[in-house]
């Protein structure tokens, strides 16, 4: 039976946990960021690997036959780590990320830095943030006022002088989006191309109010990667292994 460690923490690794369960030995490996997560079935482990020799290391020891990397589209770290780590094992390796969004009309930019430089230069007076908290503090000199919202809290002491916080988990829906961004007068919305159907209704619902979006372009994967984008291929990859 083919030992498999899927980094998750996504709709997509639950998913793919759940179509090779029991058939195969999986043991899911959550950052343990976020409080009371949603859990896969099979073992769990939560927690970091203490970088890259860490990660080779458990790999190792734990017999591992082959790695899914199936965390979100910018968790960049432990992308990297793992690449480099199963490069050096020459373990098999795949990453499984859901599509992007098609950026449309939305400015795009590099970082949550130029998307705060953009803020001030566009002159938005009423952004929505939902960069997720490791992104609020380059937002922290602006003038603009920002409605925040995360899955956990956000350091309090890197937030912007005028704010708001929601801390709220998706799926989210159009309706309930369309009334946040008039309720709170927005003028701009600031988001990372995540992917998937979960929180895209944001989008939606500011082209609707055609209020501008500004979209953090997602990192790219390390070179040589190969990836899939949907939960079945990802199901075939790890099948064909034996």
């Known amino acids: 039976m083919t030992k498999l460690l899927l980094l998750g923490g996504t709709a997509e690794a639950r998913a793919l946990a759940q179509t090779l369960h029991p058939q195969v030995d999986?043991?899911?490996?959550?950052?343990?960021?976020?409080?009371?997560?949603?859990?896969?079935?099979?073992?769990?482990?939560?927690?970091?690997f203490g970088g890259i020799d860490g990660l080779r290391k458990w790999l190792q020891s734990q017999h591992i036959d082959a790695v899914v990397d199936a965390t979100h589209p910018f968790a960049a770290t432990i992308t990297a780590h793992a690449?480099?780590?199963?490069?050096?094992?020459?373990?098999?390796?795949?990453?499984?990320?859901?599509p992007p969004w098609d950026p449309g009309?939305?400015?795009?930019?590099?970082?949550?830095?130029?998307?705060?430089?953009?803020?001030?230069?566009?002159?938005?007076?009423?952004a929505f943030l939902?960069?997720?908290?490791?992104?609020?503090?380059?937002?922290?000199?602006?003038?603009?006022?920002?409605?925040?919202?995360?899955?956990?809290?956000?350091?309090?002491?890197?937030?912007?002088?005028?704010?708001?916080?929601?801390?709220?988990?998706?799926?989210?829906?159009?309706?309930?989006?369309?009334q946040l961004l008039k309720e709170h007068r927005i003028d701009a919305l600031v988001t990372k191309n995540s992917g998937g159907e979960m929180t895209r209704a944001k989008l939606d619902a500011a082209a609707a109010l055609h209020v501008p979006i500004l979209?953090?372009?997602?990192?790219?994967?390390?070179?040589?990667?190969?990836?899939?984008?949907?939960?079945k291929e990802a199901a075939d990859w790890v099948a064909a292994l034996g």
Not at 83 to 98: D, F, I, W
Not at 107 to 123: C, F, H, N, P
Not at 145 to 164: E, G, K, N
Request: hydrophobic share 40%.
């Open 83 to 98: 690449a480099q780590a199963c490069g050096e094992l020459q373990m098999p390796h795949l990453v499984l990320a859901r």
């Open 215 to 231: 979209m953090v372009a997602r990192p790219q994967l390390p070179p040589g990667i190969r990836a899939v984008s949907t939960v």
């Open 130 to 178: 939902t960069t997720g908290r490791s992104g609020v503090s380059a937002f922290a000199d602006s003038d603009a006022w920002f409605l925040i919202r995360t899955v956990t809290a956000p350091d309090y002491a890197s937030l912007p002088r005028r704010h708001h916080v929601i801390l709220s988990r998706g799926p989210y829906h159009y309706d309930d989006e369309l």
């Open 105 to 126: 009309q939305a400015v795009v930019v590099s970082s949550d830095t130029q998307a705060a430089e953009t803020i001030a230069q566009q002159r938005f007076s009423r």
């Open 26 to 48: 999986i043991i899911s490996s959550l950052a343990g960021r976020v409080p009371d997560p949603a859990l896969p079935v099979g073992a769990v482990r939560i927690g970091g």
